[in-house]
């Protein structure tokens, strides 16, 4: 008699967060919140376990079956996978990266709109990616759930008349950037990159629903009228230019350091 034996290997890829996240089989990912026009990213790992070569194609069903699938899923959507196709050597695995970038896209019923609060304009993403190895035909599911939110940021002033001020002297002028969302901190930049004007703090961060107080210098180092725009960066996106305006017709003396007689 002739015995005959065989080993059967499964060949299995599985996707797999890094191992310092824990290693574990992604099954859903979830970019959680952020804000419009700004990007999250989360990291993954394709792993190969067997030792047959492994090609992979992640697509979405909502794509339909058009040409250039491809460029619809990583240039038009909101939620994008890089690179979306490649070939696993035996054993090897590969990173994926899987990409939240909403845009905010406003919606228009009807004749009339009422303006909506940023908080109202809150928009959900849900997507359903598909891992298919193409040799054995396994198919690996991802959700991908985020959301994304509007900037809802209010400044009690945005013009500032300082009136005159005496070369080498300065005024001062207050006002005030609250952060009025309940979900979101949000950074803030005032670019005075303007002469005769600066602000302080310049740049911050506001945690959820805080406040903070702006100082506006007009710090004048000449003679004349002066009208400039400083802009306010909210998000890394501008939000308003603040109008600073003042005039110098005297030059103050400035004080001496030193012992008198």
């Known amino acids: 008699h002739l015995a005959i034996t065989a080993k ?31 990007q999250k990213h989360i990291k993954t790992v394709l792993v190969n376990n067997s030792p047959f070569t492994a090609s992979f194609a992640i697509s979405s069903p909502s794509a339909g079956d058009s040409e250039g699938e491809d460029e619809m899923i990583n240039e038009r959507q909101p939620m994008i996978v890089s690179p979306s196709e490649g070939e696993l050597k035996p054993f090897a695995s590969i990173d994926i990266v899987f990409t939240f970038s909403p845009v905010f896209k406003k919606v228009l019923r009807g004749f009339k709109s009422k303006k909506k609060k940023p908080a109202d304009e809150t928009q959900e993403f849900k997507e359903n990616l598909i891992v298919e190895i193409v040799e054995t035909e396994q198919t690996i599911d991802v959700q991908l759930n985020g959301k994304a939110y509007q900037t809802d940021v209010t400044i009690s002033d945005k013009v500032f008349k300082f009136g005159e001020c005496n070369v080498n002297g300065h005024n001062d002028l207050m006002f005030t950037i609250k952060n009025e969302s309940k979900v979101l901190p949000v950074d803030f930049f005032v670019d005075d ?69």
């Open 8 to 38: 059967v290997v499964e060949s299995r890829v599985s996707l797999m967060y890094p191992k310092r996240e824990g290693g574990d089989v992604v099954k859903e990912l979830n970019f959680n919140a952020i804000y419009f026009g700004h």
């Open 193 to 261: 990159y303007v002469a005769h004007f600066r602000a302080t703090p310049k740049r911050g961060k506001l945690g959820v629903q805080e406040s903070r107080n702006i100082i506006l210098t007009f710090k004048p180092n000449q003679i004349g009228q002066f009208d400039s725009a400083l802009k306010l960066m909210i998000a890394g996106m501008l939000k308003c230019k603040l109008r600073v305006s003042g005039f110098a017709k005297n030059v103050a003396k400035k004080i001496q350091n030193g012992r008198g007689d």
